[in-house]
């Protein structure tokens, strides 16, 4: 099961939302409960004022737009335009826009490029724009609808009217995530949530906070859903403290760039000093986006009452220490060798015709982590994963000293 929350049924609760708070919440904040629609004059300012208020500029805005590594929560002022784009990385999931090609990077950008800067809401988009006023006529409620060639969307908003006349954008709401984007006492913008028990929304917010990473590729693995997620109770990433995902799950779902150290991949998945390693998942890119990929048992233990010739060790290492030699993987099964993860699929799947063995991957230290999952990837392409275990990485001894194990 995956999100799937029509953009319908999300207008719809957050007007029934909208009505019951303004009967509910107390404070000079409340609005009168009476709605009456806007007129034209009103309509015509909120176009003119809506792309600016969800606008990015500056530098913000060239980072956002070339894909520099962005964080939302590092922004100073979370507006609309870059908080929709540091999400859209979370493929293959209908959040709150839905992209024509999520990965089209440079149609997006063409779409909503404006003087000095880029806004997801362009006057020249918006196909639909509705709006009431309170009965006093200081606040407004509305909906404004945008659509390009990249993407459409719906974005709840409220606005107030300011002393001097003139109407300003306070706030848009997310109801599909269950965010909302609005300006604080010290005039800038910032993103909330609502407390959550989804998966997937838990998901979708904690790879928002960590920001986008380049993610390691993989084939055989499960689409993001409610049953692939069940499993892990913690997300983890280097740059947030862990989050909770699956209430009662006892492994962890780490979201680690490709490039990264092996070490690394074993340091988030540690139970705790001395206690062993969690079970384990990585998010990868699989074949329409994000995915999950179940991952070996971490063990130093070799095999009991195995022959030796019944335990495959692969052993994984890289062709150089920097640039491309660093992305070219050696894969040495004793002294059988090659760079081709596809070549080590057909080893492996040969020699399982032969006898049936468990697998041991061996990563040296420093290894990038894409190449682990590679090495995991081809042991369930040849079926022999659930006899497979990664071993942790030890730096080897000087002369004369005790190898790896």
Same mark, same amino acid.
């Given at each position: 099961?995956?999100?799937?929350?029509?953009?319908?049924?999300?207008? !719809?609760?957050?007007?029934?939302?909208?009505?019951?708070?303004?009967?509910?919440?107390?404070?000079?904040?409340?609005?009168?409960?009476?709605?009456?629609?806007?007129?034209?004059? /009103?309509?015509?300012?909120?176009?003119?004022?809506?792309?600016?208020?969800?606008?990015?500029?500056? #530098?913000?805005?060239?980072?956002?737009?070339?894909?520099?590594?962005?964080?939302?929560?590092?922004?100073?002022?979370?507006?609309?335009?870059?908080?929709?784009?540091?999400?859209?990385?979370?493929?293959?999931?209908?959040?709150?826009?839905?992209?024509? $090609?999520?990965?089209?990077?440079?149609?997006? $950008?063409?779409?909503?490029?404006?003087?000095?800067?880029?806004?997801?809401?362009? =006057?020249?988009?918006?196909?639909?724009?509705?709006?009431?006023?309170?009965?006093?006529?200081?606040?407004?409620?509305?909906?404004?609808?945008?659509?390009?060639?990249?993407?459409?969307?719906?974005?709840?908003?409220?606005?107030?009217?300011?002393?001097?006349?003139?109407?300003?954008?306070?706030?848009?709401?997310?109801?599909?995530?269950?965010?909302?984007?609005?300006?604080? $006492?010290?005039?800038?913008?910032?993103? =909330?949530?609502?407390? /959550?028990?989804?998966?997937?929304?838990?998901?979708?917010?904690?790879?928002?906070?960590?920001?986008?990473?380049?993610?390691?590729?993989?084939? #055989? $693995?499960?689409?993001?859903?409610?049953?692939?997620?069940?499993?892990?109770?913690?997300?983890?990433?280097?740059?947030?403290?862990?989050?909770?995902?699956?209430?009662?799950?006892?492994?962890?779902?780490?979201?680690?760039?490709?490039?990264?150290?092996?070490?690394?991949?074993?340091?988030?998945?540690?139970?705790?000093?001395?206690?062993?390693?969690?079970?384990?998942?990585?998010?990868?890119?699989?074949?329409?986006?994000?995915?999950?990929?179940?991952?070996?048992?971490?063990?130093?233990?070799?095999?009991?009452?195995?022959?030796?010739?019944?335990?495959?060790?692969?052993?994984?290492?890289?062709?150089?220490?920097?640039?491309?030699?660093?992305?070219?993987?050696?894969?040495?099964?004793?002294?059988?060798?090659?760079? =081709?993860?596809?070549?080590?699929?057909?080893?492996?799947?040969?020699?399982?015709?032969?006898?049936?063995?468990?697998?041991?991957?061996?990563?040296?230290?420093?290894?990038?982590?894409?190449?682990?999952? =590679?090495?995991?990837?081809?042991?369930?392409?040849?079926?022999?994963? !659930?006899?497979?275990?990664?071993?942790?990485?030890?730096?080897?001894?000087?002369?004369?000293?005790?190898?790896?194990?």
């Amino acid at each position: 099961m995956t999100l799937n929350i029509s953009r319908k049924w999300a207008l !719809a609760l957050f007007g029934a939302v909208c009505l019951a708070g303004a009967v509910c919440r107390g404070g000079e904040d409340a609005p009168p409960a009476k709605l009456a629609p806007a007129d034209e004059k /009103t309509l015509a300012e909120f176009r003119r004022i809506l792309p600016l208020a969800a606008a990015m500029y500056g #530098k913000v805005s060239q980072d956002v737009l070339l894909g520099n590594r962005v964080r939302l929560e590092e922004l100073k002022d979370q507006r609309l335009t870059p908080a929709m784009l540091l999400s859209r990385y979370f493929a293959g999931q209908e959040m709150d826009m839905d992209f024509v $090609a999520p990965e089209d990077v440079v149609g997006t $950008a063409k779409a909503i490029v404006m003087k000095g800067g880029a806004t997801v809401i362009k =006057s020249e988009d918006i196909t639909k724009l509705s709006a009431e006023l309170s009965q006093d006529g200081k606040v407004a409620k509305g909906v404004v609808e945008v659509k390009n060639n990249a993407f459409s969307a719906a974005f709840p908003f409220e606005a107030r009217k300011l002393e001097n006349g003139m109407w300003q954008i306070r706030a848009f709401d997310l109801p599909r995530t269950g965010r909302r984007l609005e300006i604080d $006492a010290d005039g800038r913008w910032r993103l =909330s949530a609502q407390p /959550t028990a989804d998966p997937l929304l838990r998901l979708y917010r904690a790879m928002t906070a960590a920001g986008p990473k380049t993610l390691p590729v993989a084939y #055989k $693995a499960e689409g993001v859903g409610q049953e692939a997620l069940k499993p892990y109770g913690q997300f983890r990433a280097r740059e947030i403290k862990p989050q909770p995902l699956v209430d009662g799950g006892k492994g962890v779902l780490l979201y680690v760039d490709a490039n990264v150290g092996y070490e690394e991949f074993l340091s988030l998945s540690k139970k705790g000093e001395g206690e062993g390693y969690c079970p384990a998942a990585a998010l990868i890119c699989g074949r329409d986006g994000t995915w999950v990929l179940p991952l070996p048992p971490v063990s130093e233990a070799k095999p009991q009452g195995q022959k030796k010739d019944d335990v495959i060790e692969i052993r994984l290492d890289v062709a150089g220490k920097e640039g491309r030699l660093r992305d070219t993987p050696v894969i040495r099964i004793k002294d059988w060798e090659t760079n =081709s993860v596809n070549e080590l699929t057909k080893k492996l799947s040969q020699l399982r015709q032969v006898a049936d063995f468990s697998v041991r991957i061996l990563p040296e230290p420093g290894t990038p982590f894409k190449h682990v999952v =590679s090495a995991v990837d081809a042991t369930m392409w040849a079926k022999i994963d !659930a006899n497979t275990v990664l071993v942790p990485a030890v730096e080897k001894k000087a002369e004369g000293g005790a190898e790896r194990p």
